[in-house]
């Protein structure tokens, strides 16, 4: 019988979360769930940049024939100098357009699996919900590394390089580029230096994702730990994602940078690479990269953009400061970076926070601070104290028997 061996699959619980929070009538819910930019309106716009850039390409774009397989070529050397900045083009680089971010890291997992399936990707705890699985339908196995410290709210980057000692040359580390989904940490530059040096060492394949740059601390400070690595290492991976930094959710435009250190190499893993996306999705969709493009190539319109960018993040980090003051325990959220943070609750305290006050959010305390602004975030603080207050209550008296 046709599909008799498929198994039942879990829906997706943000999926599920969307709808719950669809269907609830309050009028003043707080959705900071969903990972998108919202502004202060709490509306998701089209930035000024991209409109501007539509415009011209209405008005000039006089085909819409298949790019080909590697996509906009001037796309992908545009976002080359925003990864890799000044550094001298590496004879053994390339760079493919996808559709989005994830294409991008299914394109470089199918690559992998096809160079070295018996390589390992070693991901970090927590990490986005979709890595483990987008490199495992590729064929590869996956290894979790410890991450996040739950006392300090920060990075236990100790533990996290004890593990990855443990790993065999060939094995693959995903790296978050910057503003770590979902607990909003970043490396150090000399983080990043000291995970450069383990790679050498262990014979580790970087694979980045860098799905954020421009929301932490601007464009070239959130590119510098990646480039740091890049130039330090002969093989690694990069999935790029334009969807947040340019607002084009939906246009779902991405690209795959691959360094392998020759040229030879390079040409070799670049015609598999391109067999490989023929055989995924034949062509990338044109319209997003091309906005992009469009906006790169033109001062004015980069300098629009810039601009947007800049007050995107500087909303996300205000919202931080301002929840980070209302309680000690949530004093780390103010250096951390991006879209989001953990918060110090169970998965109780977030059903009673829906149920009480319409709040909304993952069960692992996951929040998207573009969720917040100045005429909820009040509410949404009355809301979490009590529950803030309870986990230090438990702490306390765990402390004092012991």
């Known amino acids: 019988i046709p599909f008799a061996a498929l198994r039942p699959q879990q829906p997706d619980a943000l999926l599920a979360l969307i709808a719950m929070h669809r269907a609830d009538p309050r009028a003043d819910k707080i959705d900071v769930g969903v990972g998108v930019y919202r502004d202060e309106a709490g509306q998701t716009p089209v930035m000024r940049a991209v409109k501007a850039a539509e415009a011209d390409l209405f008005a000039e774009q006089r085909s819409k024939s298949y790019l080909g397989a590697e996509g906009d070529i001037r796309f992908a050397g545009l976002l080359t100098d925003l990864v890799f900045g000044e550094a001298k083009p590496e004879s053994g ?5 996808t559709p989005g971010g994830t294409g991008a890291l299914r394109l470089g997992a199918q690559l992998l699996a096809r160079a070295a399936p018996l390589s390992r990707v070693w991901v970090s705890q927590p990490t986005w919900p979709n890595h483990a699985p987008t490199f495992a339908e590729a064929g590869l196995a996956t290894l979790v590394h410890p991450y996040f410290d739950l006392e300090s709210r920060g990075i236990a980057f100790e533990a996290m390089l004890d593990a990855l000692r443990q790993s065999r040359s060939g094995d693959v580390v995903l790296l978050h580029g910057c503003c770590h989904n979902p607990t909003g940490t970043q490396f150090t530059l000399e983080q990043w230096a000291e995970v450069a040096a383990l790679c050498n060492d262990r014979g580790l394949i970087p694979f980045i994702d860098l799905a954020y740059q421009g929301l932490g601390d601007g464009i070239d400070a959130d590119g510098a730990g990646p480039r740091q690595l890049l130039n330090a290492v002969p093989t690694a991976l990069v999935a790029y994602s334009c969807d947040k930094n340019f607002a084009l959710y ?14 030879n190499l390079g040409d070799i893993a670049r015609a598999n690479a391109l067999a490989l996306a023929r055989s995924l999705w034949s062509m990338p969709p044109d319209h997003g990269a091309a906005v992009v493009r469009t906006i790169l190539d033109d001062n004015e319109l980069r300098s629009t953009w810039n601009e947007e960018l800049d007050r995107m993040r500087s909303r996300l980090n205000r919202m931080r400061a301002e929840l980070a003051a209302a309680h000690s325990a949530l004093a780390p ?9 953990l918060l110090p609750i169970g998965a109780g305290a977030v059903a009673k926070m829906r149920d009480s006050h319409g709040i ?12 917040l602004n100045e005429n909820n975030l009040p ?4 809301g979490l104290l009590p529950h803030l207050e309870q986990s230090a209550g438990v702490a306390q008296a765990t402390v004092a028997v012991g």
């Open 93 to 97: 680089r390339f760079g493919l357009q």
């Open 250 to 263: 939906r246009d779902r435009v991405g690209a795959l940078f691959v360094q392998t250190g020759t040229k």
């Open 333 to 341: 959220i103010a250096s951390q970076r991006g879209l989001f943070s």
């Open 360 to 371: 909304y959010m993952p069960t692992d305390g996951r929040i998207n601070l573009a969720g």
């Open 379 to 382: 509410r949404f603080v009355d």
